[in-house]
């Protein structure tokens, strides 16, 4: 080969379709966080694919929905410049042939933009052949795709032979990372990124986007067997502070278990977690608390 081969590659498709499983399966370990609420992806994690014929950086775009409000116009703004930006687009899809009006909404926003687009049936694992080749029939009237790739996230299967279609797409490029660079956050912001996963999907709708987490404390034990990691959920009112505690704790225990088994997946060794509540009213006005938590202007 000889040619290395280095770009940038974004994964689109409707909440719950199995993006971030993807993600996660392509790079082998947990990055992207999880969750059924729309917009959990804030800050657009990169995550680094390396190997012989290169490298593959994927940018996560924030969801692209129709927009409800201020938040949702500037997140759909973001997501469609990405998409002028990348050098390809992964659309994924489930394996049916109802094309919904989700889909007809993105292929439309893919008509103007001039990157190449791969679709991706994803979930391949949940339907019969017959049925996969049928959602591809379909599909492939509603838009032109550069190639169309059958896979299964969750038991990565033909997961190498999406990578390889990619990389026919790349041009010659540097190596933008180390190696070992999985994602440009650094673990902190990615263990903070999964507390606040925990907690949003505990809590429903109780406590809206109002909170924030900030890690105090991630320290190796001299032993090196063990994490200790301190951090603190910020919400917005004292209301919010009773329901994140729980009765007699139970709720911050919960999110504290969930987090700490993603974590130790996430560093391979035993974590101890403690975790605090703080009140810090209108935080998400505030130019200074923002910045803290980890949200910066540009994005």
């Known amino acids: 080969m000889?040619?290395?081969?280095?770009?940038?590659v974004t994964i689109i498709g409707r909440p719950n379709v199995g993006k971030s499983t993807l993600?996660?399966?392509?790079i082998?370990?947990?990055?992207?966080i999880t969750s059924n609420k729309a917009q959990t992806t804030r800050n657009?994690?990169?995550t680094v694919y390396t190997c012989e014929e290169g490298q593959i950086v994927?940018?996560?775009t924030p969801g692209i929905n129709r927009a409800k409000n201020k938040l949702g116009e500037y997140m759909l703004m973001a997501a469609e410049n990405t998409l002028n930006e990348v050098d390809v687009i992964l659309w994924l899809v489930e394996p049916t042939t109802y094309i919904g009006r989700g889909e007809q909404y993105i292929a439309e926003r893919l008509s103007k933009v001039k990157t190449s687009v791969i679709l991706v049936v994803n979930k391949i694992d949940s339907v019969g052949e017959g049925e996969?080749?049928?959602a591809i029939n379909a599909y492939k009237d509603i838009y032109d795709f550069k190639e169309i790739v059958p896979v299964s996230a969750l038991k990565d299967k033909n997961t190498d032979e999406l990578i390889k279609t990619i990389f026919g797409y790349l041009d010659e490029g540097p190596q933008f990372y180390d190696e070992?660079?999985?994602t440009d956050q650094p673990e902190r912001a990615i263990v903070a990124e999964i507390i606040r996963e925990k907690a949003l999907r505990s809590l429903d709708k109780e406590v809206p986007h109002g909170i924030a987490v900030v890690i105090d404390r991630m320290k190796d034990r001299e032993s090196g067997d063990i994490v200790d990691i301190d951090a603190t959920i910020i919400c917005e009112r004292d209301s919010h502070k009773g329901i994140i505690i729980g009765k007699k704790g139970a709720m911050l225990k919960k999110i504290g278990s969930d987090a700490r088994r993603d974590m130790e997946n996430l560093l391979d060794t035993k974590v101890n977690l403690k975790l605090w509540v703080k009140v810090k009213k209108d935080w998400r006005d505030s130019e200074f608390l923002l910045?803290?938590?980890g949200y910066h202007g540009e994005e």
């Open 23 to 26: 993600m996660n399966h392509l």
């Open 58 to 60: 994927f940018l996560d």
């Open 132 to 134: 996969v080749f049928e």
């Open 180 to 182: 070992d660079t999985i």
């Open 291 to 293: 910045k803290n938590y």
């Open 2 to 8: 000889g040619n290395y081969k280095s770009g940038f």
């Open 44 to 46: 657009r994690i990169q």
């Open 28 to 32: 082998g370990q947990k990055i992207a």
